[in-house]
């Protein structure tokens, strides 16, 4: 006798999973069975994934809402495709596409037809992985030339960095004084030194809410 399985993937914690659930919720899949996974479809190294294929046996069956729930690399969505029917020996359905059904069509034709299918929509859905790539890259260059800064924010300074820094410089006293001083490491602080030294285009941020402006320090 045949086992039925299911399983769920969206990419981030944020988002939610209901609407695959609902889908499968509708089939005979035992809780047991069922495999929900919040990771991204960039691979196949996924824990509950994993756990699931290690459990197939011949003739099992395996339920997915679509064909991007697998998996997001078209190479490698072909690639796991092969394995589970293949080597396994399990069926697939894909509840999205009805021509993505290995229980259907197992001659020459339907198998065929399936695998045309199966190729199309992978290619689809990496291409659709690599536009959103393309998409983010390109709003972060946007948001860059507004002038927005990504990251934590810088650590404000003590306000007496401008002194110590001079103090510094004239040998008075060691840089692990200054360290102490501002509570910074000493990336930190020559990071902070070179937007000093940098001719009068920097204002630093001062813990009392001023800045350092650098142009009187050059």
């Not at 998996?71 to 796991?80: D, H, K, S, T």
């Not at 045309?116 to 291409?127: P, R, T």
């Not at 002194?163 to 004239?170: K, Q, T």
Request: aromatic share 10%; charged share 30%; with cysteine.
């Amino acid at each position: 006798m045949r086992n039925i399985y299911g399983y769920v993937r969206v990419s981030t914690r944020e988002q939610n999973e209901d609407r695959q659930l609902l889908a499968l919720a509708k089939l005979d899949i035992p809780k047991g069975n069922l495999y929900v996974e919040k990771q991204s479809g960039k691979d196949f190294q996924r824990p509950q994934y994993r756990k699931m294929v290690r459990k197939f046996r011949r003739d099992d069956l395996l339920y997915i809402k679509s064909i991007d729930r697998l998996g997001r690399n078209y190479g490698e969505i072909l690639e796991q495709w092969r394995i589970l029917t293949k080597e396994k020996g399990v069926d697939i359905v894909v509840l999205d596409m009805p021509l993505l059904d290995t229980r259907r069509g197992k001659d020459l034709m339907g198998t065929f037809l399936s695998d045309i299918v199966l190729q199309v929509l992978s290619f689809v859905a990496e291409n659709e992985r690599c536009s959103i790539r393309q998409r983010q890259a390109e709003g972060i260059a946007a948001a860059k030339a507004r002038g927005v800064r990504f990251g934590r924010p810088e650590k404000a300074l003590p306000d007496g960095f401008p002194a110590l820094v001079r103090a510094w410089e004239a040998k008075q006293i060691p840089l692990s004084q200054v360290l102490d001083s501002c509570q910074i490491s000493a990336a930190t602080f020559y990071r902070r030194l070179r937007d000093v030294r940098d001719p009068g285009q920097y204002k630093m941020p001062l813990s009392n809410g001023t800045h350092f402006d650098s142009s009187f320090y050059c």
